[in-house]
């Protein structure tokens, strides 16, 4: 029901499905839909993007992936030494890692997203475009 929520293509369809999810768990799990609920104006923010642009907001393990190389080589030198050696181990292995990263999908829109243009469902807004 979850993936129903991020998966919607319009806002309109995330919203009943958060509904429904709220309904159906809040008597089973009321403090992960407390959390929700207090969350629910930021869960839908990325409707008004570039729908391009939700394949890199809306992730599911976003930060897990880009520190697994740092959580591997903690726990393989089992301790890091000092806080100063900790610090730069860290920043490298960041560093070697974003050469793999790939480039963000509809990088062309991003002036239009700074200049504040507005989105709805993935779409430019006709009547302010």
Avoid: N
């Amino acid at each position: 029901m979850l993936r129903d929520i991020y998966q919607a293509e319009r806002k309109e369809q995330a919203l009943k499905a958060y509904v429904l999810f709220i309904a159906t768990f809040k008597d089973k799990y009321p403090k992960a839909v407390e959390c929700l609920e207090k969350e629910a104006a930021e869960l839908f923010t990325f409707y008004e993007f570039r729908a391009a642009h939700w394949i890199h907001i809306r992730p599911t393990k976003l930060i897990e992936s880009t520190f697994a190389t740092v959580w591997l080589r903690t726990a393989k030198t089992k301790g890091c030494g000092s806080r100063e050696a900790t610090l730069s181990m860290v920043f490298k292995l960041c560093q070697e890692a974003e050469k793999s990263w790939r480039s963000l999908e509809g990088r062309k829109w991003i002036p239009m997203v700074l200049a504040g243009k507005r989105f709805i469902d993935g779409e430019l807004d006709k009547e302010v475009a």
